[in-house]
Nanobody, 124 residues
Framework: VQLVESGGGLVQAGGSLRLSCAAS????????ISWFRQAPGKEREGVSC????????YYADFVKGRFTISNDNARNTVYLRMNSLEPEDTADYYC??????????????????WGQGTQVTVSS
């Protein structure tokens, strides 16, 4: 399984970015994909996730109403649309994947495949 993030960059506060997580080497429909972030000097935190198989999604409270996760099954890609960005959103953003076993629901699980990350910097 390979995950490649893209779309990061430098943006002013209030601006928007769309991150992409392109997955390969997997049966996309059987997976959940999650976005995490890690700011300098801080622990990694979950941002949002989506179960491709059942469509369920999750958003951390600090991004609700600002970020939207979506998937394009034809491209094996998950997107994270980030609006109204704040300097506090500055971090390295990583996508992660987990194969969902039959009967597993939701997307809040331990992830075992990780991408290399993409940097997001929001200036004030």
């Amino acid at each position: 399984v390979q995950l490649v993030e893209s779309g990061g960059g430098l943006v002013q506060a209030g601006g928007s970015l769309r991150l992409s997580c392109a997955a390969s080497g997997l049966t996309f429909d059987d997976y959940a994909i999650s976005w995490f972030r890690q700011a300098p000097g801080k622990e990694r935190e979950g941002v949002s996730c989506i179960s491709i198989s059942d469509g369920s999604t999750y958003y951390a409270d600090f991004v609700k109403g600002r970020f939207t996760i979506s998937n394009d099954n034809a491209r094996n890609t998950v997107y994270l649309r980030m609006n109204s960005l704040e300097p506090e959103d500055t971090a390295d953003y990583y996508c992660a994947a987990l194969e969902m076993t039959p009967g597993t629901v939701g997307c809040l699980h331990e992830y075992n495949y990780w991408g290399q990350g993409t940097q997001v910097t929001v200036s004030s």
